[in-house]
């Protein structure tokens, strides 16, 4: 069944209308404001299920400009991958936004910070079901700069702003370079539609390859979507912002940081899987999946803050998933999309819950450093028990959720590596190493709730309903999905999770309705199979460390103070080297309008002179200069007041000098049957003239003594601008089409021969000129008087509010 | 203008120019559509009337004798008034209401146009016969539109030269 139309619409945009209503709905509610967006959420989220149960799939499209070969759409793509997204994006949308309420209510700026979580759901949405390469960049970048605001929200903080400034360097330069690859794809493809229709990049996926290929453009166009997707999903060497990102408020970090934006760059490659999947797909993806599940895992255990904790933990499990989605050889090509499909959900159910559970902990205990908190199942008994579900979730321990789609991958680094042999049996040790690591942070975590309580941590309240509930019902999903696979092996599946997870499947798998995606449930393992003695071993190696956590986080956190080893170091390094730039602000910004004129007019000028260069443009021939003698005579008369001007010894004499120049261009144009042209330039030049009267018992009366290289410069200058004008002029009058265009105004200006009382496709005036302003072309003097509006609106601003702008 | 106070030839030509400039701005407005003129000659020439005011009889006395405000305090419509005897000239907040009404009435014009059921700013011509003296008008509904831009012109122009002019 096709989607609906008006469904899809109200999906994507009723968020950012949302967003903008937000501040007359904030002034009505106030603090409410929250659950009225969580309840824009729940509408998306009721319309994604709508989606989901219906069966309805395939392209939504609004075709905007439909030239042929220049195709502009706003078109979007339901299935399980965008499905499974949009759930995310809303469904998490909501449980955050009700958390909000309890969360944010002693904050500042929540009129901003309702207004922006909802335009980033919006954003995420049209990430999750963009069928079209521009419209996913734009609303990419849009989720960009929404998380820019919103991980500066404390904007007083010096670290918020250095997270915020950080986070939208790496992603929107990551987002740029994707650009770049989706313009490969697209001039290969030569349409920027990813999927839905005949033409689409989707259907030519192999002709699309080869072709890549025999261009030698393929490992560039995959590399650059690479740093893209591994921008947004913190993949070493780029993780590096995540962990500065939690300066946010605990909400956004668990919607952003957990379970949405970060996901938009494994969506990306999930999505694309199919497309380019390859070698070179293959030993990118995976290689750099498994060393950022690996690296992070590591830092997880060197943080000293529960935020920070999760944050790198999170880098980790979007390694995994990259990594899962990254097998596409084999044999092992499903269990890579199911590695990924499976873990996307699991990893948004168990760390949007541990982010809730953080910001509980940071709310009612007043410390997030892991060091200061212990035995707090006493006070926050309902968080303890969404930690026990959700770390051991995280940890991969059976039946927790995770573990099922760690068993995945576990799956897929072996056949991969039992297929290919020799360096592959890295990736199952590797696999295994990091997920040791992740096991030992998880357990860490769940420590915070069992132990002793320290003496230094005072009285722990109770957190509102609010804030427990939404972490409740993200534990109860992970819950579920964990039971799914112990009754799964006692033959009871649960039908719609596991029919939902094979369309994700399905949607990345790479031989597009094959049956890979058919097969996909998931159990408890009976039998000691490979995998299982790979999730023993990290199970049992884990239990064993624990022991020597504080030694390993010590060992951690020395080799992380080393700065070359640091991406950190490297980043800061190279941000505040073009720091530097700030030394030639002095010579360019100086805040004088000579200044900016030169550069400005210098540039135009340059430019233009070298685009009629490369165009080779010619001259017309000077043949037939035939001008009467009145025009020669008012036109050197004006050339004489021309170099009046330069040699006016008073700001008077200045002004005056070069009225009579103006007056003679007025006449030249009378000259020349342009009455209209010639009455213009007298009023301006009148009015000139009268301003000049204004302002000119307030100026010097004299020009200074300009220096001889100003002089110099500005001559130059001018000279350029004067010749690029002069050819200008040249060039443009210099064709003359076989129908002029002034033959249809001529005819249609005027009245008509024979008129009856209504006349629309006539013009009806007698002065052409007129006529071509408010009828014809009445649109672009509409355009003219907006640009009067607003230049008027400018001065105003610019000007009568320079002081007011300083005040505040 | 305090300084050098305008002689008495000065004032009495604009007294008698003025109105004879506004005159000729109506004119050159209304005839535009069959002769040179149209709203944005109109436009100018009507600024070039109110700056020469500006010249000779000072900012202030648009507003105070023209207008009939007081001219203090000055201050930016919606602005705070802070210092009572703050001699900030203003912005008269007639200029920008004028802005306003001439976009609103070149793009309503347009509206119209799309009410009836033709492309924006579609443009029509009636013919109203039967008229003693006359025979025959003609009314183009474009005049509407060049009256938008008419007053754009002139509450652009005005707002910058007050703004400008007060600096």
């Known amino acids: 069944m096709q989607p609906n139309q008006w469904v899809m619409a109200v999906i994507v945009g009723l968020p950012f209308l949302a967003a903008a209503l937000t501040p007359l709905v904030y002034r009505l509610l106030g603090e409410r404001t929250a659950y009225a967006s969580a309840a824009v959420a729940a509408v998306s989220f009721g319309l994604v299920g709508w989606f989901a149960t219906t069966g309805a799939r395939g392209l939504v499209s609004w075709t905007w400009i439909d030239a042929p070969g220049f195709e502009v759409a706003l078109s979007f793509y339901v299935d399980g991958l965008s499905l499974l997204i949009g759930f995310l994006a809303s469904g998490i949308g909501v449980l955050i936004l009700t958390y909000s309420g309890g969360y944010m209510h002693e904050e500042p700026g929540k009129m901003k910070f309702y207004a922006t979580l909802l335009a980033f759901m919006g954003s995420m949405l049209g990430v999750a079901f963009a069928a079209d390469l521009v419209v996913l960049f734009v609303f990419w970048e849009l989720t960009s700069i929404s998380s820019f605001i919103l991980i500066g929200h404390y904007t007083g903080e010096s670290s918020s702003r250095y997270a915020a400034r950080k986070s939208m360097l790496i992603t929107v330069a990551g987002g740029l370079f994707m650009l770049l690859g989706f313009l490969l794809l697209a001039g290969e493809g030569g349409t920027f539609q990813l999927l839905g229709t005949e033409q689409a990049l989707f259907a030519q996926a192999e002709s699309l390859r080869e072709g890549l290929r025999a261009d030698g453009l393929f490992v560039p166009a995959l590399v650059l979507i690479g740093i893209g997707a591994a921008a947004k999903s913190a993949q070493v060497p780029l993780h590096i912002w995540l962990p500065n990102a939690m300066e946010a408020p605990t909400p956004v970090s668990a919607f952003l940081h957990s379970a949405t934006m970060v996901k938009a760059g494994v969506y990306l490659v999930g999505r694309l899987r199919p497309l380019l999947a390859s070698e070179e797909w293959q030993l990118l993806f995976v290689a750099m999946g498994l060393v950022t599940m690996t690296v992070a895992a590591i830092l997880a255990v060197g943080a000293s803050d529960i935020k920070e904790l999760l944050a790198y933990s999170t880098a980790s499990h979007l390694g995994l998933i990259i990594a899962g989605f990254g097998v596409v050889g084999g044999g092992a090509s499903a269990y890579g999309a199911e590695t990924g499909s499976f873990h996307i959900l699991n990893h948004a159910a168990f760390k949007a819950a541990l982010f809730l559970v953080a910001g509980i902990i940071a709310h009612e205990a007043g410390s997030r450093l892991i060091d200061d908190l212990g035995g707090l199942w006493r006070d926050l008994p309902i968080a303890a028990g969404v930690t026990v579900v959700a770390a051991l979730g995280m940890a991969g321990v059976p039946p927790f959720n995770g573990f099922y789609s760690k068993e995945f991958l576990f799956e897929a680094t072996y056949e991969l590596a039992h297929a290919s042999g020799g360096l592959w049996w890295i990736l199952p040790a590797v696999a295994v190493f990091g997920s040791v690591f992740t096991f030992l942070y998880s357990i860490r975590f769940l420590m915070l709730f069992f132990g002793e309580k320290p003496d230094a941590l005072g009285h722990v309240h109770t957190p509102p309903w609010s804030m427990r509930l939404p972490a409740v019902a993200l534990a109860v999903v992970a819950g579920i999905i964990g039971l799914g696979g112990i009754t799964a092996t006692a033959g009871v599946h649960i039908g719609p999770l596991e029919e939902f997870v094979r369309q994700v499947v399905g949607a990345t798998a790479i031989d597009q309705g094959g049956e890979h995606g058919a097969h996909f449930s998931y159990y408890l393992p009976t039998e000691p199979t490979v995998p299982v003695l790979m999730s023993a071993t990290t199970i049992g190696l884990g239990a064993v460390a624990y022991p020597f956590y504080d030694q390993l986080r010590d060992v951690v956190r020395r080799l992380r103070s080393v700065s070359l080893l640091s991406a950190n170091w490297y980043y800061d390094s190279v941000v505040e080297g073009l720091d530097r730039s700030r030394a030639v602000e002095s010579t360019i910004q100086t805040g004088q309008l000579r200044t900016y004129a030169l550069v400005l007019l210098l540039a135009v000028s340059v430019m233009t002179l070298l685009a009629y260069a490369t165009a080779a443009v010619g001259l017309p021939a000077f043949g037939s200069v035939a001008s009467p003698i009145p025009m020669v005579i008012v036109l050197g008369v004006a050339v004489v007041a021309a170099f009046a001007v330069t040699r006016a010894p008073s700001h008077i004499a200045g002004v005056l000098t070069l009225s009579i120049l103006g007056f003679m261009v007025a006449i030249f144009y009378i000259l020349g049957d342009a009455p209209d042209l010639a009455l213009t330039q007298l009023l301006i030049e009148t009015l000139v003239l009268v301003l000049f009267l204004l302002v000119l018992d307030k100026l010097p009366p004299f020009y200074g003594e300009a220096r001889r290289w100003v002089l110099a410069r500005d001559a130059v200058a001018s000279a350029v601008v004067g010749v690029t004008v002069f050819l200008t002029v040249l060039v443009t009058t210099a064709a003359s089409p076989a129908s002029r265009i002034s033959n249809f105004f001529l005819e249609r200006g005027g009245v008509p021969a024979e008129h009856g009382t209504w006349i629309l496709d006539y013009g009806g005036g007698a002065n052409i000129v007129n006529v071509i302003l408010v009828d014809f072309r009445a649109f672009d003097t509409l355009g003219e008087i907006s640009v009067i509006a607003m230049a008027a609106l400018s001065v105003i601003t610019l000007v009568a509010m320079r002081e007011r702008g300083e005040k505040q | ?167």
């Open chain 2, 1 to 167: 203008m305090t300084e050098n106070e305008p002689t008495v030839i000065a004032r009495t030509v604009v007294r008698i120019v003025v109105p004879i400039i506004l005159v000729t701005a109506v004119a050159l407005l209304l005839q535009g559509h069959n002769a040179p003129g149209g709203g944005f000659i109109g436009g100018v020439l009507t600024a070039v009337a109110f700056a020469l005011i500006y010249v000779i009889y000072g900012l202030d006395y648009v507003e105070t004798e023209i207008l009939d405000r007081t001219a203090l305090p000055r201050a930016l419509p919606g602005e705070p008034v802070e210092d009572e005897s703050a001699q900030r000239p203003g912005v008269t907040k007639e200029f920008s209401e004028v802005l306003a009404i001439g976009l609103a009435l070149a793009a309503g014009s347009g509206i119209v146009a799309i009410a009836l059921g033709y492309p924006f700013l579609s443009q029509a011509v009636a013919f109203v016969e039967g008229i003693p003296l006359f025979h025959e008008i003609e009314v183009a509904s474009a005049l509407a539109f060049d009256l938008g831009v008419y007053f754009v012109v002139v509450g652009g122009l005005l707002t910058v030269i007050a703004v400008v002019g007060a600096e």
